[in-house]
Structures are given as structure tokens and as C-alpha cells.
């Protein structure tokens, strides 16, 4: 083996955290870390960014190494100059093998950044790694041609970087002994910023990824009033799962009828529930690289050959109109 | 106030709402082979052809669409001229073959620095191929000019950039000086419709063509997009079609069959 503890090989997860919580992508990082430093020995390393927030800190010593804190009245909410900045400054310092980030809205902007300002290439959305045995290389593996095909690149230049696409790692159990905490200050300047913020708008906090059932909606289900057809469905699953959810497909954000928190596929979230129905969506491979994750999906179309029952487990061919309605009477009488 | 100089970035690559048949692999080249369907713009950097005009159609604006490749097809590209761009820059050079994200960065910049003055740089979001959405913020990086990634609607203040960025549950008003460059969500809207009158119209009119020769460039620096492996992704389930007289019945007899199989 190349690679051992003692060569100094850290493998760095970055912390996702969305206001004072820290999201499940975090857990599905830490894992795919993990299986790194089980594969070629290393240690698993996080970063956490942010003001104040020590709690969290606590919280991921029970999953990795080492937890690095980066506390900075600067980091205290999203900015992708600071943010890059303070995570690069880490890098310097801890020299690690690989770095691992989710693949959120978030960081799709500072991966290329970062990338940059280190002098490596950055392979994103990826779904698996893996270090080439005699080289130590790491492996990429990502869905591309909207998720038609998967292709594995080679990160040949260290620090290999990388972001993870959510529901493709199962997250990491905790162990039961805590790992210290390092506090890293970086060196940060307000006059850095040269795109302010000056206002945030929050349409709907939803977390689809958190749904145990979706009931999601395509450019079949038209208009508003074909959406209100499937709050019934929403309800009533309401008795048998614990957070249903409506989801949607692209064409019904683009028209502004599902605010984009909602959007599930290539450029929305990915989704693992138990139970996705989707009503009227076509299944462009854009949308269905989303829901490979699902448990049982439903699909109800008027189109026989939507390509949507290619990945469905049931399918009806149908007009959503006449059978949502009935399907809710049922799931009723049957409680 | 002068009109705003826009360049968008556009770029050429087989139609990713083509059906998946239309798509083969070629494993030994490790490449992806479109057969019977036309490239077309890159969706994604139609949104922000879109975004462009439509600031165009706002406060004025010169729009300048340019695209880069080893082989580009004119009459798709053109596309852009009909549908209001009011220049397109092809930079064409064999080595500019299957370029990766990095290289491909370094040639846009090189030519939006050879063209000179620019308020505004448009791109999409991530190209519908290779899906891996950095182009366009590193060519920000490359150019040392501010970024915004992914914006759902584009304003021009008093000689300043306004943009609603998308975020994960609603949206940040940011603002930016001239000049930045913007990665645009679909949010901003499809390309608007495109005569056929419209596109004939452009047929003749004159295209500027780059070489490498014509750019600054240094060649050694430009890498092939580097794939070790390709297939098919395999995410197709056994769909077990519910039957019924009516539509009604098939509603009923899925709820049945949820129950029987124990999802709900």
C-alpha cells in the first residue's frame, strides 16, 4: 500500500449545513470519506464553517478523525468568496488527498472556485469513487448526458476534489467515541466582496429529501387546478407515511406553478422516499436521474410510451383526472 | 449610457431531449455517439441567449453569442443570430478537440479578452453532455472578474448588476458592478420562438471565425476531457402495468395493489 495513516493523508468532507441545522448530505459524505480512508488508509477529516456554531462541531466528532472548525464572524452565512477562501486556506495548512463536498446549489459554486485558486480539476455530481489500486489515483464515476449514460474520469493531480451527489452514499453511523475539535481562524476581509447581497427571499423552505413520499407532477398535470387534484393524494398518504410531499418536474417550475424548492431531477434535488408517484411526467432522463433512489415508483400517464414505465415498478396508463380520484377513494376506504 | 456589451457563451452538443436510442456508445473511444438526431444549442445556454435579449429588449444592449469547438455546425449556431444576437464568434480549431471544462474556460477567455470591451458574460448553468457545470465560473476566475452562479432574473441599476440568485429555498437579490459574469438558471426562461423567416434572414449574414492562432493562446495548456470508462446508466425496473375496464377502475386497482405489495 501507498497510502498509509501515516503519510499524512487526510481526507477532508465538508460540513453542509443550511441556517443552524446540519443537512443529511453531510452524513452521506462522511461515508463515502470513510470508505476512502478504509480503502487506502487516511484520516477522515470535516470541516465545518460558520460563526459561533460549536454545537455542530460536538455533533460530527462522533463521525470523524478530526473535526476543523472554521469560525469566522464572516462565515457566518454563505458566501462563495469567503467561503473559498477560508476552505483553500484549510487546504494549505492540512494538505489533504482529497476533498469531498456535496453536490448542492451551494457549492456548485464554490467547487469550480476552489478548483481554481488550487490548481486542480474539479469532477462534479459524482455517485461513486474509488482510488486506483497501484496509484492511488481517485476514480469518478457520474451520471452525464442528462444521466443517459455514467462515465468515470481520473483525478490524477492532488488534492483530488470532487462533489457528491445526494442519495448515493447511505449515511454513516455514529461511533461511540468523540474525535477532538480544532479551531481554524482563517484570514478573511470584508472589501473582498464584490457581489453584495442585499436581500434574501424565502419562497418556501421545504426539504423534498427528507420525504418519505413524494406525489410529483409533470407537464400533464397542466395548471393549478390540476395540481389541487393531487392534494387529496397528498392527504390521504399523509396516514400511511410520515412527510409527504408534492413534488415536480422542470416544466411546471419554468411556468412558475411549483416554486423551485420542489424541483426534482438533474438541476432539482434527488430523492430516495419509499413511495414516488409521478402524475403526468414524461420521464425525461433529466428528471428520472432524481428518483433512481426510490424505493416504489408509480407512474400514471396518458402516453403508453412515456418513458417514465421504464423505471416505474407500477404504471398506469391513464388520464390522471379520472384516476387520482378514484385511487384516493380507495386508499380511503381502505384505512 | 453606452449600450451594455453581452457576450454569451454558447456551446454545440447533440440534442440531450433526443430519445435514449438515439444515443450509442462507443466504448473503445469511450465516446458518446448521437445517430439520427441534429446538435443543437446547449439548452441550458439558450436560457441564456434568453436572459440576454431580454435585457437587450430592457435597455439596449449589444449581444455577441460565441461558441468554441473542433467542428461547429453554422446553420445551429446561427440560431442565436435569428433569435437576436447581434454578433456570432466561432472559434474553431482542431485543437480544440473534446477540450475539458478547464481548457475550454481558457479558450472562451482568451477570445472574450481578444474582443475586448464587455459589461456582461452569459452562460448556462452546465451543458447538457458532460453536465458538469464550471465553464463559466472559471472563466470568471480566468478573467478576474466577479461571478454570480445560477440567476433567475437579470436587472441593470444605475451601471449596476442586479440579480435574483437562486437558492436552495428561494432566492438572494444580489448586486454586482459591470463587469461580472452570470451563470443563468432555467428560471429565466426557454429561448423565445424562432421563424423560420427569422432564421433564413441570417443565413448570409457574415460569421467571425477565430483559429487558435488568432488568440493568445498557449496550446500546450489545452487537455482532452480525460474518460477512462462509459456505459449505459442502468436504472430501468420491471413496470407491472395495473389493468381496469375504466380509468376509475385502474385507480382503484393500484390502491389495491399498494396495499397487497405492502407499500402503503
Known amino acids: 500500500m501507498e497510502f498509509r495513516k501515516q503519510d499524512n493523508g487526510r481526507i477532508l468532507v465538508l460540513v453542509e449545513r443550511e441556517g443552524q441545522e446540519i443537512v443529511p448530505i453531510t452524513f452521506e459524505l462522511l461515508q463515502a470519506g470513510k470508505q476512502l480512508t478504509d480503502q487506502i488508509g487516511g484520516i477522515l477529516c470535516s470541516a465545518i464553517l460558520g460563526n459561533g456554531m460549536d454545537h455542530h462541531s460536538k455533533e460530527i466528532s462522533h463521525y470523524a478523525d478530526e473535526v476543523y472548525f472554521l469560525d469566522h464572524p464572516l462565515l457566518a452565512n454563505f458566501n462563495p468568496e469567503f467561503y473559498t477562501s477560508a476552505l483553500n486556506q484549510l487546504c494549505q495548512s492540512l494538505n489533504p488527498i482529497t476533498i469531498l463536498m456535496g453536490h448542492t446549489l451551494n457549492n456548485q ?63 454513516i453511523t455514529p461511533r461511540a467515541t468523540k474525535s477532538k475539535v480544532i479551531p481554524f481562524t482563517p484570514v478573511l476581509e470584508e472589501a473582498w466582496v464584490k457581489v453584495e447581497c442585499t436581500k434574501k427571499i424565502r419562497e418556501e423552505s421545504i426539504s423534498l429529501n427528507k420525504a418519505d413520499a413524494i406525489v410529483s407532477a409533470g407537464r400533464g398535470v397542466k395548471d393549478a387546478e390540476g395540481l389541487n387534484r393531487l392534494r387529496g393524494l397528498i392527504n390521504i398518504l399523509g396516514t400511511n407515511f410520515s412527510r409527504v410531499e408534492l413534488g415536480a418536474s422542470r416544466p411546471l417550475v419554468d411556468a412558475h406553478l411549483v416554486p423551485s424548492s420542489r424541483q426534482v431531477g438533474l438541476t432539482g434535488e434527488k430523492v430516495a422516499p419509499e413511495l414516488y408517484i409521478a402524475i403526468g411526467i414524461s420521464g425525461s432522463s433529466q428528471h428520472v436521474t432524481g428518483i433512481l433512489g426510490a424505493k416504489k415508483i408509480v407512474a400514471i400517464n396518458s402516453n403508453p410510451k412515456a418513458p417514465i414505465f421504464q423505471v416505474a415498478d ?22 | 449610457m453606452k449600450p451594455l456589451q453581452i457576450m454569451v457563451c454558447i456551446k454545440q452538443v447533440p440534442d440531450p431531449e433526443g430519445p435514449a436510442d438515439a444515443f450509442k456508445i462507443d466504448s473503445e473511444a469511450k ?23 431580454h435585457i437587450k429588449d430592457t435597455y439596449g444592449a449589444k449581444v455577441t453569442a460565441m461558441s468554441m469547438g473542433e467542428k461547429l455546425a453554422q446553420p445551429v449556431l446561427r440560431k442565436a443570430l435569428a433569435a437576436g444576437a447581434d454578433e456570432l464568434i466561432l472559434i474553431v480549431d482542431h485543437y480544440f478537440k473534446e477540450l475539458d471544462s478547464y481548457s475550454t474556460a481558457y479558450v472562451l477567455s482568451k477570445a472574450i479578452r481578444k474582443i475586448g470591451a464587455y459589461d456582461l458574460i452569459l452562460t448556462g448553468r452546465q451543458a447538457g453532455d458532460w453536465d458538469f457545470g464550471v465553464t463559466g465560473l472559471l472563466i470568471a476566475e480566468m478573467l478576474q472578474i466577479p461571478s454570480i452562479n445560477l440567476a433567475k ?25 459591470i463587469p461580472t459574469l452570470i451563470t443563468v438558471s432555467s428560471e429565466v426562461g ?55 375496464d375504466s380509468h376509475q377502475q385502474k385507480g382503484e386497482n393500484l390502491a389495491l395493489k399498494l396495499r397487497e405489495d405492502r407499500v402503503i
Open chain 1, 109 to 171: 459554486n464554490i467547487a469550480p472556485k476552489l478548483a481554481y485558486i488550487i490548481g486542480v480539476e474539479v469532477i462534479t455530481d459524482c455517485i461513486q469513487l474509488t482510488n486506483e489500486a497501484e496509484t492511488g489515483h481517485l476514480l469518478c464515476s457520474k451520471p452525464v448526458y442528462g444521466a443517459k449514460f455514467i462515465a468515470t474520469f481520473k483525478l490524477e493531480k492532488k488534492p483530488y476534489l470532487v462533489t457528491l451527489r445526494p442519495k448515493a452514499w447511505e449515511p
Open chain 1, 314 to 335: 407500477y404504471g398506469i396508463i391513464g388520464n390522471f383526472e379520472e384516476v387520482v380520484p378514484a385511487l384516493i377513494k380507495k386508499l380511503e376506504e381502505l384505512q
Open chain 2, 153 to 177: 432574473k437579470i436587472e441593470i441599476r444605475d451601471d449596476e448588476i442586479w440579480v435574483e440568485k437562486l437558492t436552495r429555498d428561494g432566492y438572494e437579490l444580489v448586486k454586482a458592478p
Open chain 2, 190 to 244: 426557454e429561448l423565445r420562438y424562432i421563424s423560420i423567416r427569422a432564421l433564413q434572414s441570417v443565413s448570409a449574414k457574415p460569421i467571425t471565425v477565430y483559429r487558435a492562432d488568432d488568440l493568445d493562446l498557449d496550446i500546450k495548456r489545452l487537455r482532452a476531457r480525460q474518460i477512462l470508462n462509459l456505459s449505459a446508466f442502468q436504472g430501468q425496473r420491471e413496470c407491472r402495468f395495473i389493468e381496469g
Open chain 2, 31 to 53: 465516446k458518446v455517439i448521437p445517430i439520427g438526431i441534429p446538435p443543437v444549442i446547449n439548452p441550458f445556454d439558450e436560457n441564456a441567449l434568453e436572459a440576454a435579449f
